[in-house]
């Protein structure tokens, strides 16, 4: 199985960087990024008993070759999640949307997840639920006959390990006749994706690939990043996003 290991952050002897398909596991801090309507969200893990204190900007630059948005210095307790949203500036033509994160003299950097095709409600979840994202399927329309996508049978985790199934729980959409008339309409196809978070009292990341096979895209098909979800278990505190910008900080 394909490993997308995209938007995973791992603080140990050597840094894993943004879609790298080898995991280093580590006891260290672990950070995920995504963009939410016009801001960022960084969702920093920290596993461990005792605190870190992390500094958050960005290398993605506007159009006067600033940076988009003002860095930030956070503490992080221990085994806990801190959340920090960031309104940005609109980046320079041609910019990816990136995080740089600061430990003492070591640095990362992660993109900031957006996908035109999966609509994930949620990037931080608690181990052992369900979660369950809807995928847009109307770029597959007009493509050509026999293209489909294909979604991975099962996720990984930033062990490595296959921890469960990833199923389809809902296909729907295309032309249907409208009643009993001579009318045809179309509706946006759609499918929703579900999956069931491991159990664990730590932190760890998941994640699955898609792609798109058939026709002009051969055999191998065309990659499409999946989602990078952070899964806390029950050692682990988070409060959830933040109101109203700034800090989603835990409840003691």
Request: hydrophobic residues 40%; aromatic residues 8%; without cysteine.
């Given at each position: 199985m394909r490993r997308f290991v995209m938007l995973l952050l791992l603080f140990v002897t050597f840094p894993v960087f943004a879609l790298s398909p080898n995991?280093?596991?580590?006891?260290?801090?672990?950070?995920?990024?995504?963009?939410?309507g016009n801001?960022?969200?960084?969702?920093?893990?920290?596993?461990?008993?005792?605190?870190?204190?992390?500094?958050?900007?960005?290398?993605?630059?506007?159009?006067?070759?600033?940076?988009?948005?003002?860095?930030r210095r956070v503490t992080i307790p221990g085994r806990t999640i801190v959340q920090e949203s960031f309104t940005p500036e609109v980046p320079r033509r041609g910019a990816e949307?990136?995080?740089?994160?600061?430990e003492g003299y070591r640095?990362?950097?992660?993109?900031?997840?957006?996908?035109?095709?999966?609509?994930?409600?949620?990037?931080?979840?608690?181990?052992n639920t369900d979660w369950e994202a809807a995928i847009d399927l109307g770029?597959?329309?007009?493509?050509?006959?026999?293209?489909?996508?294909?979604?991975?049978?099962?996720y990984s985790t930033s062990e490595g390990r296959q921890r469960g199934p990833v199923t389809l729980t809902l296909v729907e959409g295309g032309l249907?006749?409208?009643?009993?008339?001579?009318?045809?309409?179309?509706?946006?196809?759609?499918?929703?994706?579900?999956?069931?978070?491991?159990?664990?009292?730590?932190l760890t990341v998941l994640t699955f690939g898609m792609r798109v096979e058939g026709g002009e895209y051969g055999r191998r098909g065309e990659e499409i990043p999946g989602p990078t979800i952070l899964v806390y278990g029950r050692n682990i505190r988070f409060q959830g996003a933040p109101a109203s910008g700034g800090s989603g900080r835990v409840k003691y």
């Open positions: 995991i280093i596991p580590g006891d260290g801090i672990v950070a995920i990024a995504w963009q939410e801001t960022w969200q960084v969702a920093v893990g920290n596993p461990n008993n005792t605190r870190s204190t992390v500094t958050i900007s960005t290398p993605t630059l506007d159009v006067w070759g600033r940076p988009v948005f003002t860095s949307p990136r995080i740089l994160i600061k640095s990362w950097e992660i993109d900031v997840q957006s996908s035109e095709i999966l609509m994930v409600k949620e990037f931080v979840v608690p181990a770029f597959l329309w007009g493509v050509g006959d026999g293209i489909r996508l294909v979604i991975d049978d099962n249907r006749r409208v009643g009993y008339s001579n009318s045809i309409e179309f509706v946006r196809p759609k499918a929703h994706v579900k999956l069931r978070t491991p159990p664990g009292a730590g």
